[in-house]
T-cell receptor, first 115, second 114 residues
Framework: EAQVTQNPRYLITVTGKKLTVTCSQN?????MSWYRQDPGLGLRQIYY???????DKGDVPEGYKVSRKEKRNFPLILESPSPNQTSLYFC??????????????FGNGTRLTVT | AQSVAQPEDQVNVAEGNPLTVKCTYS??????LFWYVQYPNRGLQFLLK??????LVKGSYGFEAEFNKSQTSFHLKKPSALVSDSALYFC????????????FGKGTTLSVSS
């Protein structure tokens, strides 16, 4: 089954404790992206990657890092989490072979709470 | 700058009645427009998209959307709502231009009562 898999689904941590949220897709998609979803703000893009070793900042990149060493994986790293990073996070991917109009495929989300 | 607005935080309809979820956009070129749906505890699912051609686009689960260039709108519609359509709906827009991001609206909660 074609899917985007995020882990963990739920994560509670404390301020300053480094964490990684994993994302993997099995559709051979070139493009991958991370979003955060907050009430009243919709989805905001954190980082995206056009392909392996090609990452770039989205609208809200502060406090986050990403890497794209393999095509299928795109982990999100919080080196020193803070309470304002408490949010619902989504990984998404899409093919670029058909141009800019291919839809995004989303994972089921990771709900992060930083205390 | 490109942006998308969903003017209603919540839409309430009775089962069997037609529904409309509104979306307006602002871009400086030709837009690609999308609708996504989010069910509780799930990621967003693609419903439909407008690229070019017919202004009425048909998508999944009986939904359709009408592109109106003069009003810069892309409203989501369904002739007869189901209780199972209750979910959070997002409109999104991007330019037909490499390097541009997909911008999401803030979402509209659709509640269909039986």
């Amino acid at each position: 089954e074609a899917q985007v898999t995020q882990n963990p689904r739920y994560l509670i941590t404390v301020t300053g404790k480094k964490l990684t949220v994993t994302c993997s897709q099995n559709m051979n998609h070139e493009y991958m992206s991370w979003y955060r979803q907050d009430p009243g703000l919709g989805l905001r893009q954190i980082y995206y990657s056009m392909n392996v070793e090609a990452t770039d900042k989205g609208d809200v990149p502060e406090g986050y890092k990403v890497s794209r060493k393999e095509k299928r994986n795109f982990p999100l790293i919080l080196e020193s989490p803070s309470p304002n990073q408490t949010s619902l996070y989504f990984c998404a991917s899409r093919s670029t072979g058909t141009g800019l109009n291919s839809p995004l495929h989303f994972g089921n989300g990771t709900r992060l709470t930083v205390t | 700058a490109q942006s998308v607005a969903q003017p209603e935080d919540q839409v309430n309809v009775a089962e069997g009645n037609p529904l409309t979820v509104k979306c307006t956009y602002s871009v400086s070129g030709n837009p690609y427009l999308f609708w996504y749906v989010q069910y509780p505890n799930r990621g967003l699912q693609f419903l439909l998209k407008y690229i070019t051609g017919d202004n009425l686009v048909k998508g999944s689960y009986g939904f359709e959307a009408e592109f109106n260039k003069s009003q810069t709108s892309f409203h989501l519609k369904k002739p007869s709502a189901l209780v199972s359509d209750s979910a959070l709906y997002f409109c999104a827009v991007r330019l037909n231009q490499a390097g541009t991001a997909l911008i999401f609206g803030k979402g509209t909660t659709l509640s269909v009562s039986s």
